[in-house]
């Protein structure tokens, strides 16, 4: 039963245009939510993170918005460059069940973009 | 800056060999985690351990078995490896609530 959803595995887009990624989740006990990017050959690197008392969080050309009544969230990235061609990895986690560090990952989509 | 190192980049083994993947992190860090990453499947938690030798079984734990004696080092092991754990194992550490930082993976493959 996969409880992270990543509907697409792949998205491509011109670059200065805006990329949204998208992830869904069913379990409602999830309350933090986080965006990772991965590089071939490379681990997974932190990019962005939301909780669920939040709706929306900015770090520079990356948002994330959460809509936790239709247990969705996405990640956009505005403007899209070259070097932000990678997998993006989705994860969850319930902090307030007591396994507040186990994150469960979606599938990744693979943003590629283009000149 | 957090650093998680993983003994070996790339790993070549025979089915029925004995394999150890380690993974050191310098933060001091609590929890460390073993997933595998295979295409289509996204990562999947292997173990994890929350503290010294305490260890507890993630979604995948069959076939692998894990030792933490130290709190920076944590090893991954594969009694008997087999075709179908060719994968990039990846190592992750965070403190008791935190964002998880990732080594760079190992691609481990099994002929």
């Known amino acids: 039963d996969q409880q992270v959803k990543q509907n697409s595995p792949s998205l491509s887009v011109q670059e200065g245009r805006i990329s949204i990624l998208n992830c869904d989740y069913t379990?409602?006990?999830?309350?933090?939510f986080l965006w990772y990017k991965k590089y071939p050959a490379e681990g997974p690197t932190f990019l962005i993170s939301?909780?669920?008392?939040?709706d929306k969080n900015e770090d520079g050309r990356f948002t994330v918005f959460l809509n936790k009544s239709a247990k969705h969230l996405s990640l956009h990235i505005v403007p899209s460059q070259p070097g932000d061609s990678a997998v993006y990895f989705c994860?969850?986690?319930?902090?307030?069940?007591?396994?507040?560090?186990?994150?469960?990952f979606g599938t990744g989509t693979r943003l590629q973009v283009t000149l | 800056d957090v650093k998680v190192t993983q003994s070996s980049r790339y790993l070549v083994k025979r089915t029925g060999e004995k394999v150890f993947l380690e993974c050191v992190q310098d933060?001091?860090?609590?929890?460390m985690f073993w997933y595998r990453q295979d295409p289509g499947l996204g990562l999947r938690l292997i173990y994890f351990s929350y503290d010294v030798k305490m260890k507890e079984k993630g979604d995948i734990p069959e076939g692998y078995s894990v030792s933490r004696e130290k709190k920076e080092r944590f090893s991954l092991i594969l009694e008997s490896a087999s075709t179908n754990q060719t994968s990039m194992y990846l190592c992750?550490?965070?403190?008791?609530?935190?964002?998880?930082?990732f080594g760079p993976g190992t691609r481990l493959t099994v002929l």
């Open positions: 992750a550490s965070s403190f008791l609530v935190g964002t998880q930082y």
């Open positions: 933060m001091d860090h609590e929890n």
């Open positions: 939301i909780s669920s008392i939040k």
């Open positions: 379990n409602s006990m999830f309350d933090y």
């Open positions: 994860a969850a986690s319930a902090r307030g069940d007591g396994t507040a560090s186990k994150l469960t």
